[in-house]
């Protein structure tokens, strides 16, 4: 099992906005507002100091931020998808100066966007969003901005032609660094009054990158980045960053083409986009309804597949807030998605569209990697592997315990197994039920859930042991009494092996299956399960002297079995108690799982 060496909260995602825009006269809770993603450049690990934040954004009055989205996952999902389902017009700026490297040429930009990153977003939305570049002009600007990307945002905003059919405008700057900076423009919130325009200049919808991200170089060699062209066009359509949260970094996610798009050490192609995590592309609309699979608890097998291949997209595993959830998706690299093979695997993060108690979304929410470990892999589960969903990452999951199998890959995908439980989270035996389930022993009661607090039966712990002990051979022994019951044939199983004899003897012509098992019978099931015979070491538990089953129940605590019923002096062993399935699921794991 994996987990990080302590528990991490959500750190939330912070984002500058626009000042100027939004502000005014407006009623505050129809104003629609910018969401602006600031990249930085790789070479300069320094932040840009926060803005405030936009007031008339935060006093909004929000409404049914679900409705729109058929699995109630997306906020205000007309916002997230304006623009992804459709042709997207992006007007192509170059911001020069007088001094200028010179390097960035309009037409070369625009032809290098059309013949690379148009096929890159359609294969990954499987046709259903094609953004196309127009070249539009150049912006002189009166001197080198630097790194100061939005005095080029603010010359295009100026100066674009307002009768055009662009949807957004994509600038480029004339210089060799490696940023970039973009917004999604106006949003309503699902709360306005007027629906914001979806042509630019009016929807304020722009990206700027550094003119590496567009243009090759020279001296020294190197293919242009787009990777940065791509997570710009991603933020202009709501994408958040995916990160860990752990450090001041939000570029720590080596899988997403919204976060690092490549391990720290660089290992990866990280001029390749990468493909994007599956909740952006549900947010976009590129995933249907119909390949999401909701885990709620249960033992579950399917297939995850990766982008491009038909089936299952993402499984969600829900909290007991609409706006929160655990996401899975599979990543196996291919033209759509440029990973290399060691980042293969099923990948999970938690979705939080919660900031500050109130509902937020696109670029202001959080997509957070889940165990948060910054530059790693520890999020992606490979064929083999196991994973252990029980960090509480602002809220647990209904399921929380979730354990992950990724049992094999195919050209389909991954298929999994999930094994957890609905109501198992105040269990202090919740990690032995989940070891049980994860065995095969247990498969829960009902749909999702495991009956923690309910007595065991004896048909119960016939099926507990014939699995724990792979039991197949039936005998002629047919009781009398467990014709109706579901486990009848375990019951002949366990009577084939000389495990139980009845419970009615001398005749021991019934089984007694629905009646309850208390504590001292247990321990005379486990002794004949295991074979057990030493008593050496063994607590003499003071009230067990008069039980039929004190024999056994020294035997049960000599190999480690039992401690007793009262922590912690554990003097007593209480045989006449009934036992719990949370307590059968810890002695069945003591028994069979030493270690
Ligand atoms: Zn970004």
């Keep these: 099992m994996r987990r990080p060496a302590t528990l991490l909260a959500v750190t939330a995602v912070v ?17 629609p507002s910018p969401q602006v993603a600031t990249d930085i450049v790789p070479s300069s690990p320094v932040e840009p100091p926060d803005a405030p934040a936009d007031p008339s954004r935060a006093s909004a009055a929000l409404r049914a931020p679900l409705d729109g989205d058929p699995l109630g996952l997306v906020a205000y999902p007309h916002d997230a998808r304006r623009y992804s389902l459709t042709t997207d017009h992006f007007g192509v700026y170059v911001c020069t100066w007088p001094g200028a490297d010179g390097d960035v040429s309009l037409a070369a930009a625009t032809a290098l966007l059309n013949s690379e990153v148009t096929p890159y977003f359609t294969g990954l939305s499987g046709g259903a969003y094609q953004p196309t570049f127009i070249a539009r002009k150049v912006i ?24 055009t059919t662009d949807n957004a405008a994509f600038a480029v700057m004339d210089n060799r660094y490696n940023g970039g900076l973009a917004t999604s423009g106006m949003s309503c919130y699902g709360n306005c009054t007027d629906i914001p325009s979806t042509s630019f200049p009016e929807n304020q919808r722009w990206a700027v990158v550094d003119g590496r991200s567009v243009t090759p170089l020279a001296s020294p060699p190197l293919p242009s980045h787009l990777t940065t062209s791509v997570h710009e066009i991603g933020h202009t359509l709501t994408w958040p960053h995916s990160y860990s949260g752990v450090t001041a970094s939000q570029y720590d996610n080596p899988v997403d083409v919204m976060s690092a798009n490549s391990t720290a050490d660089g290992t990866g192609r990280a001029d390749d986009p990468y493909a994007t995590i599956a909740f952006n592309r549900y947010r976009s609309g590129w995933i249907d309804p119909g390949d999401v699979v909701t885990y709620r608890g249960g033992t579950l097998e399917l297939t995850i597949a990766p982008v491009g291949v038909v089936g299952t997209q993402m499984v969600v595993l829900p909290t007991d807030d609409p706006l929160a959830f655990l996401t899975l998706d599979a990543r196996i690299g291919s033209a759509m998605d440029a990973i290399p093979e060691a980042f293969e695997g099923v990948t999970a993060h938690f979705i939080v569209q919660i900031c500050d108690g109130e509902v937020c979304s696109g670029t202001e929410s959080a997509a957070t990697m889940y165990p948060p470990w910054p530059n790693s892999l520890e999020h992606v589960t490979a064929t083999g592997q196991q994973a252990v969903f029980d960090l509480d990452l602002e809220k647990p999951l209904i399921a929380q315990g979730t354990t992950m199998t990724v049992l094999s ?30 065995a095969g022993i247990t498969k829960g009661c009902g749909a999702t859930g495991y009956c923690p607090d309910d007595p065991v039966t004896r048909g119960q ?5 014939v699995r724990s002990l792979d039991l197949t051979v039936s005998g002629s022994k ?16 366990l009577a084939a092996a000389g495990i139980t004899r009845g419970c009615n003897p001398p005749e021991n012509t019934r089984f007694c299956p629905n009646d309850s098992v208390t504590r001292g019978q247990m321990a005379a099931f486990l002794v004949r399960a295991l074979g057990l015979t030493d008593t050496t070491g063994a607590t003499n538990f003071i009230d067990d002297d008069d039980s039929i089953f004190e024999a056994d129940i020294e035997r049960l605590a000599a190999a480690g079995i039992t401690r007793g019923c009262n922590p912690p002096e554990n003097t007593r062993f209480c ?21």
Excluded at 415 to 437: K, M, N, P, T, Y
Excluded at 461 to 465: I, K, S, T, V
Excluded at 478 to 493: L, N
């Design 15 to 31: 984002w500058s906005s626009l000042s100027g825009l939004a502000a005014g006269s407006e009623p505050s809770q129809t104003a």
């Design 140 to 163: 002189i600007l009166d001197a080198n901005p630097g790194s100061d990307l939005q005095e080029c945002a603010d010359e295009v905003l100026s100066s674009a032609e307002p009768d």
């Design 409 to 438: 890959e195919n050209v389909a995908g991954f298929q999994i197994r999930l094994v957890g439980f609905d109501d198992i989270g105040d269990s202090i035996f919740a990690h032995d039920i989940i070891w049980l389930a994860t």
């Design 461 to 465: 712990m016939a099926a507990f042991l």
């Design 478 to 493: 047919d009781f009398v009494d467990d014709d109706d019951s579901i486990f009848e044939a375990d019951i002949e199983r």
């Design 575 to 595: 045989p006449h108690d009934l036992v719990t399935r949370e307590q059968m699921a810890a002695f069945l794991r003591r028994a069979l799982d030493p270690a």
